[in-house]
């Protein structure tokens, strides 16, 4: 599981926020409680369970996000090339990775090369939302 259950979270002006951040994971449990604390927080949040539907997501949006969250390794389509596909359309699109793999060269070498952050699982609802921030006021 990606995130520790029974963990709480601040509610601050800090972290509340209007951004639209999507949401990618393969593992349904993880991909609830990614929306649930990003939700709580006053994120609007749009999930997918893998790489091909987050982009069908996307385009049906219709507008940017303002995030990717997305988990590294899924079966469809990782989470490196779907960054790229989304960045081809949006160049200023901000990317977080999440990985239970955060040793793997996959991982290391493209979020190192493209300037994108890695959260290693698991992880809290609090570091979760400390990332996601950071990742959000680098867009800025």
Do not use: C, W
Request: no cysteine.
């Amino acid at each position: 599981m990606g995130l520790e259950r029974g963990k709480s979270f601040r509610m601050t002006a800090t972290n509340t926020n209007t951004a639209t951040i999507l949401a990618v994971d393969d593992d349904s449990m993880v991909l609830r409680l990614l929306e649930e604390v990003l939700r709580s927080a006053g994120y609007n949040v749009l999930t997918a369970d893998g790489g091909r539907k987050a982009i069908r997501v996307y385009e049906d949006l219709g507008a940017p996000i303002h995030l990717l969250l997305t988990d590294v390794i899924m079966p469809d389509l990782t989470g490196p090339v779907l960054a790229e596909r989304l960045r081809t359309r949006q160049p200023d699109l901000q990317v977080l990775f999440i990985s239970g793999f955060h040793d793997a060269d996959l991982v290391q070498r493209f979020a190192g090369d493209h300037g994108i952050s890695l959260l290693p699982k698991p992880f809290t609802a609090n570091i979760l939302l400390r990332e996601v921030q950071l990742s959000l006021r680098s867009a800025a």
